[in-house]
């Protein structure tokens, strides 16, 4: 497993005498946890020569367990819904209608300690409220998103 970067190449026109610099990359969630992986960058000094230099970049396991807000909310056709586990078991997400009632199973199975994105699709539901829960053997968490067509 690797971190995966939504854009392979970020050119940075030129840095004014620093030896430092922040960079900000769009990194995609789902990734295992407690690994190591290398960012290559290739720098171009002032004089033209060209140097490869290397950063490791360290992904950990959450610290708890977390249910994020879908976005985008209200939406239509479909949402994201952002979740991290501290630990491996089984995870249930569902999603009810204002009645209680269950109207889709998105997840039920045993997942590793990490970040996670999973997408819900709102096909054959009507406008309206609902609410999805994420259920493990330690944390229940449920809350609520606007479907609008």
Same mark, same amino acid.
């Given at each position: /497993?690797? &971190? ?20 900000? +990359? *769009? ?9 190591? *992986? !290398?960012?290559?960058?290739?720098? !171009? ?10 950063? &490791?970049?360290? %992904? ?6 977390? $249910? ?6 209200? +939406?239509?056709? /479909? !949402?994201?819904?952002?979740?991290? $586990?501290?630990? *491996?078991?089984? =995870?249930?997400?569902?999603? +009810?209608? =204002?009645?209680?009632?269950? =109207?889709?199973? $998105? $997840? *039920? ?5 990490? %970040? ?7 096909? #054959?539901?009507? /406008? #309206?409220? %609902? +609410? %999805? /829960?994420?259920? !493990? ?8 998103? =606007?479907? &609008?067509?």
């Amino acid at each position: /497993s690797s &971190l995966r970067f939504r854009k392979t190449e970020q050119k940075i026109e030129r840095i004014e005498k620093r030896v430092e610099a922040e960079f900000m +990359f *769009d990194v995609e969630r789902e990734v295992a946890s407690n690994k190591i *992986d !290398t960012l290559k960058f290739i720098v !171009t000094g002032a004089n033209g020569i060209m140097e490869e230099k290397e950063i &490791l970049i360290g %992904y950990t396991i959450p610290a708890e367990f977390k $249910l994020e807000q879908n976005y985008p909310n209200p +939406f239509n056709p /479909s !949402t994201k819904i952002e979740y991290q $586990l501290p630990k *491996d078991g089984r =995870v249930t997400i569902k999603v +009810f209608n =204002v009645l209680g009632q269950e =109207v889709r199973t $998105l $997840l *039920d199975e045993v997942k590793s300690a990490g %970040y996670y994105t999973i997408e819900f699709k709102s096909n #054959g539901l009507s /406008s #309206g409220i %609902y +609410f %999805y /829960s994420l259920f !493990t053997e330690n944390y229940k968490m449920i809350k609520k998103m =606007v479907l &609008l067509k």
